[in-house]
């Protein structure tokens, strides 16, 4: 399978725990954008990055959440001090370049937080 | 600001017949426009996109039509399958760039026996 691959699939903690979410792009792809899906909205941009670049990240909240892309190895979200308000979907989707309508993101099957 | 608005949340259609889902869109200056599918416990998946500067878009059982004068698009299944059964996201990129989406909030599509 040479989708997108996020890990876990299912992620819980507790208030004040620190949440990381992976993601490995599609194959050949060397875009990556994280996205928030709260119930019943539509998916919210977070950030966008490169290999080693965070590009756009106009969509994450200003504390506590941070992500990268290293030169190797999967695309990190990461969520320190988690509230209750953090519960969601998150997806991260793939692109070859620069998302475009002939070249759409890919889409992961998404880590469901869940804060107790 | 929603710049991209599903007014419909469900949708019921019986097997064989049309679906109709639509999207309203504010901003004049985006590019293009995509549909999305999501079935639950999984990713969106890419269905069909369109040109700003077309006024329709074909692949297969699925059509899209964009009234740029409306700031309307619709996305049309014909004829509907039970598994088309899905919730269907409209989304276009933030303007000025191609990076990011900005979705609507869904149609749910349940189609009938």
């Known amino acids: 399978n040479a989708g997108v691959m996020q890990n876990p699939r299912h992620l819980v903690r507790r208030r004040g725990q620190e949440a990381r979410l992976r993601c490995s792009p599609m194959?050949?792809?060397?875009?990556v954008y994280w996205y928030r899906q709260l119930p019943e909205e539509g998916l919210k941009f977070m950030v966008y990055?490169?290999?080693?670049?965070?590009?756009?990240e106009s969509g994450m909240p200003k504390e506590r959440f941070s992500a990268e892309f290293p030169k190797e190895g999967p695309s990190i979200l990461r969520i320190q001090q988690v509230v209750r308000g953090d519960s969601a979907a998150y997806f991260c989707?793939?692109?070859?370049?620069?998302?475009?309508?002939?070249?759409?993101?890919?889409f992961g099957d998404g880590t469901r937080l869940s804060i107790l | 600001d929603q710049q991209v608005k599903q007014n419909s949340p469900s949708l019921s259609v019986q097997e064989g017949r049309i679906s109709i889902l639509n999207c309203d869109y504010t901003?004049?200056?985006?590019?293009?426009f995509l549909w999305y599918k999501k079935y639950p416990a999984e990713g969106p998946t890419f269905l069909i996109s369109?040109?700003?500067?077309?006024d329709k878009n074909e692949d297969g059982r699925f059509t899209v039509f964009l009234n740029k004068s409306a700031k309307h698009l619709s996305l049309h299944i014909v004829p509907s399958q039970p598994g088309d059964s899905a919730v269907y996201f409209c989304a276009a990129p933030y303007t000025g760039t191609a990076s990011k989406l900005t979705f609507g909030t869904g149609t749910r599509l349940q189609v009938t026996l």
């Open positions: 989707a793939s692109s070859p370049r620069q998302g475009e309508g002939n070249q759409p993101q890919h």
């Open positions: 194959k050949g792809h060397s875009h």
């Open positions: 990055l490169q290999k080693e670049n965070i590009i756009d």
């Open positions: 901003n004049s200056m985006f590019d293009y």
């Open positions: 369109i040109s700003s500067i077309k």
